[in-house]
């Protein structure tokens, strides 16, 4: 098993230019999550998805969008990019519903983006 | 709402020391509780969790935790600290207090560890 992939490892953009990240699990998992991660701030939930065909905003939303639309992928796009959308992306995806397996989830090694 | 709070964003111990990091966390119910590692340039690897139970967890690598509920304290720990462990390390509470909660995690600002020869 892969676990979580991330496509691609490394980017720069200009301000204004688009992009889709790919994030790509192979463990069946239903939900899936992209974060950004910057320094002094942990991570911070941009959207998710509890299964194919649906999304949901998470904490940091504006400015990117998402698509489900097969199970194992989860697609973030920015559609005009700005500097302060520079961070490293991760991905995440779990399986469970009950238990602590309803919060274990595995990620994927990240995305750093850079907008200039 | 739920938070985390790592108070020390960056420790520095020399090799063979002992190792605690702190980690405190506001939740209206159990909480379930995480410990991640990132290493530098890779993702966040699970090195612990706290779910139910004995209130000391072990886990990879030769790390535990102890949760305090009285304290709503996660700290982690490991009695000997080798060069290998210099990395991030953040920890996360989840759990579903008032409903659905989409399996949500909460990243506290994570700690950093340097690691002295």
Redesign the interface.
């Known amino acids: 098993n892969a676990g ?1 992939t991330q496509t691609p490892k490394f980017r720069v953009l200009k301000t204004g230019q688009s992009m889709t990240l790919l994030c790509a699990q192979d463990m069946n998992h239903e ?1 899936m999550y992209w974060y950004r991660q910057d320094p ?6 941009i959207h ?1 998805s ?1 299964g194919e065909g649906t999304t ?1 905003k998470g904490e940091v939303p504006d400015g990117y969008n998402v698509s489900r639309l097969k199970k194992q992928n989860f697609l973030l796009g920015l559609e005009s990019a700005a500097p302060s959308q520079t961070s490293v992306y ?1 991905c ?1 995806s ?1 399986s469970g ?1 009950s ?2 397996f ?9 995305t750093r983006l850079t907008v200039t | 709402a739920q938070s ?1 709070t790592q108070p020390d ?1 960056h420790i520095t111990v020399s090799e063979g020391a002992s190792l605690e990091l702190r980690c405190n966390y506001s939740y209206g119910a159990t909480p ?1 509780l ?1 410990w ?1 590692v990132q290493s530098p ?6 090195l612990l ?3 139910s139970g004995d209130t000391l967890v072990q886990g990879i690598k030769g790390f535990e935790a102890e949760f305090k509920r009285s304290q709503s304290s996660f700290n982690l720990r490991k009695p000997s600290v080798h060069w290998s462990d210099a990395a991030e390390y ?1 920890c996360a509470v ?3 207090a008032g409903g659905t909660s ?4 909460t ?4 700690t950093i560890l340097t690691v002295h020869p």
């Open positions: 979580v939900y002094g701030m942990g991570l911070r939930l998710y509890v949901a991760f995440a779990k519903t238990g602590s309803a919060y274990e989830q595995y990620f994927g090694p990240g | 985390v964003i379930y995480f991640y340039g890779q993702g966040l690897q699970l969790k706290y779910f953040f989840g759990g579903n989409y399996g949500k995690l990243f506290g600002q994570g």
